[in-house]
């Protein structure tokens, strides 16, 4: 099974882009995040012309995630636990159906900027919440992914200039933080896993020439219950994906789980 990650930044502005690399491509499962559109405008046909069930948790012109996949999905929820007053649509999850069923949820945590303010306060509760909600998953004992955009720089390895960054909410000390306090409920990092390199980057700005310049971070990532660390089998980060057509700014991550 290979499952796709992608902050597709808007699925309309980018479809012929994002339809191109599916259809090269060809995963069997795909969380988008950042479609900026609310349900009933997501594309959806042209993914299911490539064999795609969709499923989607859409916010008009912000936020906004997707699961596609070619197998059947069920238990489908839509939002993170634990705060019922959070209109913000950054999570979705299903099990992918199949003779070894893997659940997959799909997250745009929360950027955090500007320090100091009330989006970063929502970001590290945000983060509070998954972890909660990874407790929880860990208890049903099963395979399951958490993959998306984590919005976090979790070492300074995962930036080409880390020194550009050390007043953003992604490297703040409390973010990293919270991201490994995730990983160390028991959770494998899929680039740990697969033995990527340093300087595998997953996310470069529009702006200050970041692509030509490789001013990079890595910001995506699949996070692997046990079960599914034991079935790993390989990562591939599409760089190539950001010389596209009106490429996204940041490129696609495929993990690969044996059946």
């Known amino acids: 099974m290979r499952i796709a990650t ?40 042209p993914f299911e012309s490539l064999g795609y069930n969709v499923e989607t948790h859409g916010q008009k012109s912000y936020n906004g995630v997707a699961l596609l996949s070619k197998l059947p999905m069920s238990d489908v929820r839509r939002g993170l636990p634990g705060d019922p007053s959070d209109e913000q649509a950054r999570y979705i999850e299903a099990v992918i159906e199949g003779p070894r069923p893997v659940r997959v949820g799909g997250l745009y ?15 590290l509760g945000w983060f509070d919440r998954l972890n909660a909600h990874a407790r929880d998953l860990l208890a049903l004992e099963e395979a399951f992914v958490l993959c998306g955009d984590y919005n976090v720089i979790p070492t300074p390895d995962d930036a080409r200039n880390p020194s550009a960054w050390v007043d953003d909410a992604l490297f703040q000390p409390e973010s990293r933080a919270a991201f490994r306090a995730l990983c160390n409920l028991g959770l494998s990092d899929s680039h740990v896993l697969g033995h990527e390199p340093p300087g595998t980057f997953t996310f470069w700005d529009y702006q200050a020439g970041a692509w030509q310049r490789d001013h990079g971070i890595r910001i995506d990532f699949h996070l692997l219950s046990p079960q599914a660390a034991d079935r790993f089998a390989g990562i591939e980060t599409h760089r190539q994906a950001r010389e596209m057509d009106k490429p996204s700014d940041h490129v696609p991550v495929v993990v690969t789980l044996k059946d």
Request: glycine share 6%; net charge negative.
């Open 109 to 123: 945590l929360p950027n955090g900027n500007p320090i100091g303010t009330e989006k970063f306060a929502y970001k």
């Open 6 to 45: 992608w902050n597709v930044n808007s699925v309309n502005a980018r479809l012929e882009t994002v339809l191109a690399w599916l259809g090269e491509h060809q995963p069997d499962v795909v969380c988008f995040q950042e479609i900026k559109c609310v349900d009933e405008k997501f594309p959806r046909e």
